[in-house]
């Protein structure tokens, strides 16, 4: 068999929406796949990670009897907190996995974490990336753009990059967006990834005429409204994707052309959904260096398990309504997600360039404002306050704070709600 037949019939198999046709087109044996690493997962992190063995150990937990998702919900739910609270040795295997990686999140919550992984995870988390971007379209002789976080210009190239397959080029997220759109009009890439502020911004900038390969825009690192899925589309005149992922678990979820969700990467991830708060909790189906048993991203969102007319058998997370601690705290507890501030037309009714809503107190909020010259505050808090009562509380106070720009994180992202609380 020649090798160009070889590598076609290899490629084709990554671009399955399973790693093996055996389990994965049974939906039993499926299942019966996971719960085989699941199992795995939390023996190998009571035996092998201290800070596993005094959790569960104090919870009660024997994690020799956990045999199944059912009996994963008596496990401790765990957040950023518990991984800050201990060093890194008490947080990976004392089994060795070769060379460590260690990493930190941006901080955009406020809150930064150190992690560990290995090269073998680093390698799935790239598979996971590639069989998603190949259902979406992207071939190997194509190349992938990623608009990120200074920290990403540093990586170095994948296996299959250093072998000319799957060409990935980055450019920083925070230079100037002409600078940006410059870049990508100069790399001409298939695939272009970029946060959604920064998708907005590109639209006045970029050439749509210099970028006759772009044929998909992949959304990630934010929420992605409706509006602006809308017009990205209209300035690229190319579909957008959506994908959900975490710095310290990789890339989650994965929209696919029916665009009615994301679908999990269900081999690798098993996710749950808080009855009351929405909030997605994650547990990495990978003895990796250094296990997350039921971790709580703090994103709120919805979980959908009907069929998908794309023939893919994940699951699908509905929609992300954000970060609970971006979330709007009202006086009486309540919260008002994200998603429901970006039907307030701050630019568009106040005359600003750009806008972002802080909180330190509940039921009030701070609201920031780059004003173009033709502002003007009267109008501006009439048509706020109305929008206001309308789509978020009427109970909701406010102030109007006029700024010269705006920051974004250290890793480029650009919050529409920070909360102090």
């Not at 020799?64 to 201990?86: E, M, N």
């Not at 790399?187 to 044929?215: A, E, F, I, K, M």
């Not at 990789?250 to 749950?272: R, S």
Request: net charge neutral; hydrophobic share 40%; glycine share 6%.
């Amino acid at each position: 068999m020649e090798i160009g037949h070889r590598l076609n019939l290899a490629v084709e198999a990554a671009r399955s929406p399973f790693w093996f046709t055996r389990i994965y087109s049974n939906p039993k044996r499926l299942e019966r796949f996971r719960e085989k690493r699941l199992r795995e997962v939390v023996r190998f992190a009571y035996r092998n990670v201290l800070a596993y063995r005094e959790l569960f150990d104090e919870a009660g937990i024997d994690a020799s009897r956990v045999w199944d998702f059912d009996d994963l919900t008596r496990l401790p739910i765990i957040d950023k907190s518990f991984f800050r609270s201990r060093p890194l040795e008490e947080l990976c295997s004392e089994r060795g996995f070769g060379q460590l990686t260690s990493r930190r999140t941006s901080g955009s919550t406020g809150v930064s974490l150190l992690f560990a992984h290995s090269q073998r995870n680093r390698l799935k988390r790239i598979l996971v990336d590639l069989r998603a971007n190949m259902r979406l379209g992207l071939k190997p002789h194509q190349t992938h753009m990623v608009v990120a976080s200074p920290e990403a210009m540093l990586r170095g190239r994948n296996p299959l990059q250093k072998i000319g397959l799957f060409r990935r080029e980055y450019v920083s997220a925070d230079i100037d967006p002409d600078e940006i759109a410059r870049a990508v009009q100069r790399v001409n890439p298939h695939l272009l990834q970029c946060y959604p502020s920064h998708l907005g911004l590109l639209c006045d900038v970029v050439n749509r005429d210099r970028l006759p390969n772009l044929s998909r825009i992949i959304s990630a690192g934010e929420v992605l409204t409706v509006a602006a899925r809308e017009k990205i589309e209209r300035a690229f005149g190319v579909p957008v994707s959506n994908y959900y992922g975490l710095k310290e678990l990789g890339m989650i979820a994965w929209e696919c052309d029916e665009h009615d969700g994301m679908h999990i990467n269900w081999d690798l991830y098993h996710v749950e959904q808080m009855a009351e708060s929405y909030q997605l909790v994650v547990t990495l189906l990978d003895a990796d260096a250094m296990p997350f048993v039921r971790y709580n991203t703090l994103d709120r969102g919805r979980l959908d398990f009907s069929p998908c007319p794309c023939g893919c058998p994940f699951p699908r997370i509905a929609e992300v309504e954000g970060r609970s601690d971006d979330c709007i705290v009202m006086s009486d507890g309540r919260l008002i997600p994200p998603l429901r501030v970006n039907f307030v037309d701050f630019t568009g009714h106040t005359q600003a360039e750009a806008y972002q809503i802080r909180q330190i107190r509940p039921g009030h909020i701070e609201i920031l404002l780059v004003p173009t010259a033709s502002f003007e505050m009267s109008s501006c808090l009439s048509r706020i306050r109305r929008d206001i009562d309308m789509y978020l509380s009427p109970d909701l106070a406010f102030d109007i704070k006029l700024v010269d720009s705006i920051p974004r994180d250290p890793s480029g992202k650009l919050r529409s709600v920070v909360s102090l609380l």
